[in-house]
DNA sequence: GTAGGGTTAG
């Protein structure tokens, strides 16, 4: 017996020191020992080990084996999917945990699934999560109310954050660096700063999930006017975790003084990540060819690409139309790397032969692939259908496919009903519309923040702004107007819903957040400099045209980030090519 | 005495 014991502690080790080639040695000599059959417990140690050691596809194997799952089993498959980057699938299991099995979650079983949540955003489930913990046996439990601070913080809601956070007795670190996050993610500087100095056990995770906070809600200035602050406070910050998030934050800025090339530069060591994100952030901003040498750099510099790093080299083709070099980056990834790809990378794929228009390509790999398309897979190819002229019928054959399957996007909309429209398909196009009607109910207001360097301003749509400098920007945005028309600018007023005559969905247009972030904007920066703005939805197709128009008549940069990619207007043209 | 959970990067 004492001998079970010894392997279960060596597995144990496995698991928590990632020793995966131990671990499967391990595993092969309890069962040629025929431990197996004697050995307490097995498999679930097992089915940690290999969870913790990426290994998903063993550990789900000798799940699936098991006759009789308990919690535990059920709890290690679930960190298994997580720590996979699954949420979904450990959501999934969860209901099959409920109904073949019929058992009940328990406090291990609940953290794994708030940490789904938390990862998906999946702010009603997990919120249904915490109230069917708190009526639980376990709703004393710390562990889990700190993975309900961190699920709160990353759906945007930190004051229920902070709430469930004064609920726990002992805190630790990770409850206070979560709530940190929570604060800076939505921008409230003050009270994040504040109880970062009240945290009695502050380390350097602390400090980076507060620079992170800010870069992931886009407060991105404010990243950087902290990430000095700590500097300057000789606080021992310049690890490759933080500058890897500095990288995506200065990307997400354009800017100059601390730029991602800068910071990247600078760097003593370059790892897998950093390599990463200046990918990443080049292939965002369209810059594809300073993403593709710098892949030539990073393998000769000996640095392993990963899956994240080959999303961002085809994403970064897919945008410059080399479709043979996305082609052989993604080959390369398999024969070269032996990673799979997943359903990302193959959408990154359909996207590549989709922009470069070569739609049966596209389809090939849709019905190929080993995943079932979702939406965004089929909106790539659909959205090259409806600019290519001759490919309706495969374009409406796809919208039928869409109308089945459920369409959640408006911009999909959007696409499937140019589609019908050009196929004289009212009473599609009508199904759509009111399909699109629903959606509008549901849409978060659309705003837009322009960022001036020392200040920011927030703008949402409609005329009822209340605005000190109104005036000023109605007249500039007048004036932009008329020297539009002059160019030819007609608004396209297709994808305003509101049953309303042309002058008033033209009006609508008018006022929409963007517009004004860019006219505030031009009154306000310093004459030549970029114009930024952050929108948290997509742009629309009528003022893509408009910020085009726009950039070229005052001469001035504009970039925008909003909730997809960024957009670079310059010199009458965007960086995304009009394609997004 | 035995196995499972929650923070920060691309």
Known sequence: MNASFQILERIKQCSKLRLSIQGKSLHAFVIKTGLDQHLPLYPNALIDMYGKCGHLKHAVKLFDEMPDRDLVSWASIFTAHNQANFPRQTLFLFSRMLSRDGLQPDHFIFASLVKACACLSASKLGQQLHAQFVLSRFSDDDVVKSSLVDFYAKCGLPDQASKVFHSIVSKNVVSWTSLVYGYARIGRKNEALELLHDMPCKNVQSWTALISGFVQGGHCTESFRLFNQLRSEGIDIEEPFVLSILIVGSSSLAIDVLSAEKIFGSLRERDVVSWTSIIVGMAQHGRANEALSLYDDMTKAGSRPNEVTFTGLIYACSHVGLVEKGRQIFESMIADYGLSPSLQHYTCLVDLYSRARHIEEAENVLNTMPFKPDEAAWAALLSACSSQAGKNETGVRIANHLLQLGVEDPSTCVLMSKIYASATMWESVSTVRRLMTGMESKKKPGYSCVD?????????????????????????????????????????????????????????????????????????????????????????????????????????????????????????????????
């Open 452 to 580: 001036l360097g020392k200040e920011n301003e927030v703008f949402y749509a409609g005329e009822t702004t209340r605005h000190l400098m109104k005036d000023e920007i109605v007249d500039l945005l007048k004036e932009l107007d008329s020297e539009m028309r002059k160019r030819g600018y007609k608004p396209d007023t297709s994808l305003v819903l509101h049953d309303m005559g042309e002058e008033e969905k033209e009006r609508q247009l008018f006022w929409h957040s963007e517009r004004l972030a860019v006219a505030y904007g031009l009154l306000k920066s310093a004459r030549g400099a970029p114009i930024r703005i952050i929108k948290n939805l997509r742009v629309c197709g009528d003022c893509h045209t408009v910020l085009k128009l726009v950039c070229s008549i005052v001469g001035r940069e504009i970039v925008v980030r909003d909730a997809n990619r960024f957009h670079h207007f310059k010199d009458g043209a965007c960086s995304c090519r009009d394609f997004w």
